[in-house]
């Protein structure tokens, strides 16, 4: 007596089904990773999203492809651990909290450092985790038990330790220079941190008088508020124009100071007038011409953008309000020559939202040359790490050649404090170029070593600034791992196996990551980096905030489920690093390509569901196998599994993640579900011939649990679900980590895949007829198949019952030659000919009057549809999507009326 197996539902519901898993399995710590259980490692860590932030497609997309590689190599025996964890985001938080003490009437400074930290911490406690909460929605199988933060106190002893020997071994410093000023938060940004966007602006040009009378010179400028820090005018040396200006001075207008005509090389001759005014202080090429001729350095602007006192009659005004004014003063004394429109690009902070000003600012500084040097050494030695796609190298190895010191200090108190103190007693109290630092691992450490310069007395006050959230971020692969500790995680897990981003951070992040990791641990932080494409919207635009075309994922894992929607986005890419465009109907939420994977997953759930109820109540273990019974639909799909199984590793393992889920979609909706299924229904249900019964239950278990192996890494829900109820597992036990299917290479037959093709291509082929002549489905029809081929005819002889069975065929006749038949449709499968006669069949005269019929709607809806698509007022003014609805439906009547005149013209010519 067999036992009774629960089957599943009729219905698939992804979502009660997916919170089931996910809770399981962290309940479970079913991915909870052991360095002692040994093995080969496989190691990959989170890129670490803003604590600030909440899941965007970006999120989705990249968190699909890291699970899947994760999954796929945790089946494969491997060792794994998915690491979690966020980054604080200084300048992020830090522009939350102070909007929210903005609408209570504060500011920061009324609350204090300590009262702001503490509220920024509560903050983090209550809003922080929004993020992670939602990464849990799409099923990762990260070990929740390492998540980390870059503020929590292992990383923060990290980063402390990174910074004092970088410090010590000379390679930190701190420098007057001149930075990415943001004055909506106050604070320097990093040349990443600024955005370069287009305006529509001006460019005003304006005399500077020489000062012995006898002349000006003309000069052109985008800021003209900056020229209150003029120090120079510079010419090209060999500009015959100018040459012999060179040498003598100017008086700058409103100012009235002397300023001196200097010769540059940087100078562009072509450009403009030829002569341009130098404001060292405020522009970046003018930083280093005034540092080459050792001119005077003016600041003219407060960090709040205000003007400051070296602006003469505009202190204290906003620097675009002082733009207007100084432009009306230089009109009134006679001086502006002319304002042009000007289309120039301008750079803006990514957080502030606001220009940025070149400012001269005395901030902390890695001395960059060093460390990417030390980096390009492993890259161009050992090719490490591998860009995987390979044109990524050459952009990344340009980046680390052409790098500037890294401005590595803001002005926020959200984030790592830099470890430096200064002495009150010996500065008044306040930090100058010239104040000596003490940098220390702690306030004590600082305390002795200013003892031993200072004497018994001295008082230390500890630099406001805090680092740049990259430098955390940078220590991010090894850190996590326990580093400077040398922990059981990091000497077993390090270096990771794979980095897994996007394009737009290889600078940010990955460049900053092999920096640092090549100098603390002498090792590249990981071996591959796997770089993946955008997601871009229905009209191939990239999804953006600041475009607001970005779709939210979690409506779309509402609507369709995670599953749907993570096999969706790994299905759609075309390559390792190509974007993918997510159709996307914004009015109703709904997306067809997600929509088509939730299809799927229900012709899975079904298809399941039809194995199970036809085992008998028995498991695929209970059922066990027999290769020696095997009949040839079995050996089949047994050798297309294989093959398959091959496909999908040979894929993943060289992150072709897209094609490989395209070639499980082919495979389990067309070769298990279309065919098999359909091939094994007859013996299932013959219980006359016990034995091909069992042995086609066996193959179906069988290949059922392979596919939900093979499936699991792409959408591990389901799959799951369908594993547990198909095995009837213990509820400790996991398709998660269950073994990867191996191949077996004696099963594989691609000589017999290649017979089945032909056999396939016959059915279809004798359907597509049956179609044509409308021919009903319960009638059986006969068919003549004809081939010159012995080898062709003798494969047609053995799938003879299946070409019977599923093609409705009463009697099929195969041969190698046919006398021309009267009244019979005809159709080609490569050499053979297929034929079936429709005398008594089919009415030939009422099917082409209703061809005719039928033809005579389809060329007035075409015409309908043409005449107004040709009118210009429907597409102007129509909506677009009603303009490409129209479209859409045309191309479609004019697609069927072309099959419904070329089957009434076979008809015709079968007929006389």
């Given amino acids: 007596m067999t036992a009774t197996v629960t089957n ?147 990383l923060s002893k990290a980063v402390l330790e990174a910074f004092v020997r970088l410090y010590e071994e000379g390679l930190i410093y701190r420098g007057n220079y001149l930075v990415h000023w943001c004055p909506a938060t106050q604070s320097a940004v990093s040349d990443l941190e600024v955005e370069s966007q287009e305006v529509n602006g001006h460019l005003w040009h304006f005399r500077y008088p020489l000062t012995d009378g006898s002349g000006y010179v003309e000069v052109a400028t985008t800021r003209p508020e900056t020229m209150l820090g003029d120090t120079a005018v510079a010419v090209n040396p060999n500009d015959d124009r100018y040459k012999h200006l060179i040498g003598k001075t100017l008086t700058l207008p409103i100012l009235g100071r002397e300023i001196p005509i200097i010769a540059d090389e940087l100078v562009e001759m072509e450009f403009g007038t030829g002569c341009v005014k130098v404001t060292p202080a405020h522009d970046l090429n003018d930083f280093e011409m005034g540092k080459r001729h050792d001119l005077p350095f003016i600041n003219i602007m407060n960090k709040d953008g205000t003007l400051n006192e070296n602006a003469g009659p505009f202190q204290g005004q906003d620097r675009f309000v002082a733009r207007k004014n100084v432009v009306q003063r230089l009109e009134a004394d006679g001086v502006l020559v002319k304002v042009e429109e000007y289309k120039h690009t301008v750079p803006y902070s990514d957080r502030g939202k606001v220009p940025v000003e070149p400012l001269l600012s005395t901030q902390w500084f890695v001395k960059i040359r060093p460390l990417a040097d030390r980096t390009l050494e492993f890259l161009d030695d050992r090719n490490s790490p591998e860009f995987i796609p390979q044109r990524w190298t050459k952009v990344y190895r340009d980046w680390l050649v052409n790098l500037k010191d890294w401005c590595i200090s803001r002005q926020l108190w959200w984030g790592h404090q830099i470890p430096g103190w200064y002495a009150v007693s010996e500065t008044n109290g306040e930090i100058t170029d010239a104040t000596p630092f003490v940098v220390a ?52 897990y390090y270096p990771t196996s794979t980095l897994v981003t996007g394009f737009d951070i290889i600078f940010f992040w990955v460049a900053r990551m092999t920096m640092m990791a090549g100098h603390f641990t002498g090792k590249m932080p990981f071996k591959d980096v796997y ?47 190509q974007d993918i465009r997510l159709e996307y109907n914004r009015k109703t939420d709904e997306s067809v390509s997600v929509e088509a994977s939730r299809n799927f997953a229900n012709k899975l759930w079904n298809a399941a569901r039809f194995v199970m109820m036809n085992l008998d109540g028995q498991t695929p273990q209970q059922l066990g196998s027999s290769s020696s019974e095997l009949e040839l639909s079995d050996r089949w799909i047994l050798s297309r599994f294989y093959q398959v199984v091959q496909q999908t590793s040979d894929y993943i393992d060289k992150y072709g993640l897209g094609e490989a889920a395209k070639g499980l979609y082919d495979f389990i909706w067309g070769d298990f579900c ?69 191949v077996d290479l004696d099963l594989v037959n691609p000589e017999l895949e290649q017979q089945f093709d032909l056999l396939i291509g016959t059915i279809r082929t004798i359907r597509n007829l049956r179609a044509e002549a409308d021919i009903k489905p319960g009638i059986k029809v006969t068919a003549l198949l004809q081939s010159e081929s012995a080898n062709e005819r003798e494969i047609l002889s053995q799938g003879q019952s299946y070409i019977q069975e599923l093609a409705k065929v009463e009697t099929l ?66 909506p677009a999507e009603v303009v490409q609805g129209a479209k859409a439906a045309l191309a479609e009547a004019e697609t069927q009326l072309q099959i419904l005149q070329e089957r009434l013209r076979r008809l015709e010519r079968i007929s006389k």
């Avoid at 919170?19 to 710590?29: F, G, I, L, R």
């Avoid at 406001?464 to 791992?481: A, E, K, M, N, Q």
């Avoid at 635009?541 to 779309?556: C, E, H, T, V």
């Avoid at 209703?850 to 210009?872: C, F, G, H, Y």
Wanted: proline share 5%.
């Fill in 674 to 742: 279309d065919w098999y299924i359909e091939l094994v229904k007859s013996r299932l249900q013959n219980k006359s011939t016990p034995a091909s019964r069992q042995v086609a239950q066996q193959t179906l278990a069988y290949v059922l649990e392979g596919i939900l192996k093979l499936l699991h890494p792409f959408m591990p829900h389901i799959t799951e679900e369908i594993w547990h109820t198909l095995t009837q597992a213990d509820a400790n036990q996991f398709l998660a980590l269950q073994s990867y299917p191996d």
């Fill in 8 to 154: 599943l539902p009729s219905l698939y519901e992804p979502f009660s089904t997916e919170a089931k898993w996910q809770k399981s399995w962290e309940e479970n710590q079913v991915y909870k990773a052991d360095p002692a259980k040994g093995g080969e490692p496989y190691c990959i860590v989170i890129p670490p999203p803003n604590v600030t932030g909440s899941l965007h497609m970006g999120h989705a997309f990249e968190s699909a492809l890291i699970d899947t590689l994760v999954r796929y190599h945790r089946m494969k025996g491997r060792n794994t651990l998915w690491l979690p964890g966020t980054d604080h985001a200084s300048i992020a938080v830090q522009a939350i909290l102070e909007k929210q003490l903005k609408a209570e009437g504060k500011t920061r400074y009324d609350l204090g450092r300590e009262q702001f930290l503490k509220r920024a911490w509560q903050w983090k406690a209550e809003s922080g985790g929004t993020i992670v909460n939602q990464l849990r929605r799409l099923g990762v199988s990260v070990d929740w038990s390492r998540e980390r933060f870059t503020m929590d106190e292992g």
């Fill in 441 to 492: 691992r702690s306030a004590a450490a600082a305390q002795e070593k200013a003892v031993a310069q200072f004497g018994e007395n001295v008082k230390l006050k500890q630099d406001p600034d805090v680092l740049d959230t990259w430098f955390s971020s940078g220590l991010w692969p090894f850190s996590t791992l326990g580093w400077p500790e040398q922990t059981r995680d990091l000497e077993f």
């Fill in 813 to 878: 006749n195969i041969t190698a030659t046919v006398e021309q038949l009267e009244s019979a449709i005809a159709g080609v499968i490569g050499t053979i000919q297929v034929l079936i006669p429709l005398t008594g069949v089919v009415d030939i005269e009422a099917l082409q009057t209703k061809l005719k019929k039928d033809i005579t709607k389809l060329e007035a809806e075409v015409k309908t549809l043409a005449t107004r698509l040709n009118n210009p007022n429907f597409v102007s003014k129509a």
């Fill in 531 to 577: 770089i993946h494409g955008l997601v871009r919207d229905e009209n191939n635009k990239k999804m953006s905030k600041s475009a607001n075309n970005g779709i939210d994922p979690l409506i779309l894992i509402e609507k369709y489920g995670t599953d749907a929607l993570r096999y969706t986005l790994i299905k759609e890419v075309a390559g390792a690093g």
